[in-house]
């Protein structure tokens, strides 16, 4: 049976994340969705006993023995029959109305291609993060300029067209951005429209020891540089290169701190 929209969902590990992520999607308004799951083959059949336990979507599990959220994420694009893809992290989660307002949006626009939707970041107890907002950018215009600077759309908050995930070709590369890099590619397209939408939430689980690792930023930013010169070579736009040191840590901390200071002093 083809579903209307296929979720994606990348595990890594099996926690109670995950099972509040579980119920987050069994909560959804929309019904007409599978999700798909990719997790190493040694906690396969332990993922299907907690889903039994506490769901009763409709769902797939690929079993695999190579790690990394890139191939996961086009192992489910291989094995997609909907007419729509929504990413989803297994520890976030989203309003109960995400997946409805998503597919409505994508009903009434067909120029539309990529929607994600507004971000609260939240700490492993829930409580957002007051002092780390997630920018919000809401329309085509303002998230394509956006993108070289940062990811506008969230991948955890994002729906794409699956004709549009196979004729881009899926994820080609990136371990801490294969998103951005995957956005970058469809943009080219300048009849694609990106959104995010304002009345619907997807809360980011993000914890302390995340926001201070180092060599994560480092590769973040290594992969964002190396995306935006490879667009340089391919338009000799000067502005991919004035993006890239944009994106220098340094460069990204003091716009964060400035973004803080000019909360507090509201």
Not at 117 to 122: A, E, F, M, S, Y
Not at 165 to 185: C, W
Not at 188 to 207: A, E, G, K, M, P
Request: aromatic share 12%; proline share 3%; with cysteine.
């Amino acid at each position: 049976m083809n579903h209307k929209v296929s979720v994606h969902m990348p595990v890594a590990r099996l926690d109670h994340f995950l099972v509040d992520t579980l119920h987050s999607i069994q909560d959804q308004t929309f019904k007409d969705f599978e999700v798909i799951f990719v997790i190493d083959e040694k906690d396969a059949e332990k993922l299907k006993v907690l889903i039994d336990e506490e769901c009763t979507f409709s769902y797939k599990i690929i079993a695999t023995k190579l790690g990394g959220v890139a191939f996961a994420a086009n192992l489910a694009i291989a094995n997609t029959d909907s007419e729509l893809i929504a990413r989803w992290d297994s520890d976030d989660l989203c309003d109960p109305i995400r997946l409805e307002a998503q597919v409505k949006e994508f009903d009434q626009d067909l120029a539309l291609g990529v929607l994600g939707t507004r971000v609260k970041i939240v700490d492993e107890y829930g409580v957002e993060n007051l002092h780390h907002p997630y920018p919000f950018y809401q329309d085509n215009a303002t998230i394509r300029k956006t993108l070289k600077y940062r990811t506008p759309i969230l991948h955890s908050s994002m729906m794409i067209k699956s004709e549009l995930m196979f004729r881009n070709k899926g994820y080609l590369y990136g371990h801490t951005s294969e998103d951005s890099e995957l956005l970058m590619r469809v943009a080219r397209d300048q009849s694609i429209v990106f959104r995010n939408l304002d009345n619907v939430t997807t809360y980011y689980r993000r914890h302390q020891s995340q926001l201070s690792n180092k060599s994560y930023i480092k590769t973040h930013f290594y992969e964002r540089a190396s995306f935006l010169f490879g667009e340089f070579l391919r338009t000799f736009n000067p502005i991919y290169v004035v993006a890239i040191l944009a994106n220098h840590p340094i460069a990204r901390n003091i716009r964060h701190y400035r973004r803080v200071l000019a909360e507090r002093f509201k």
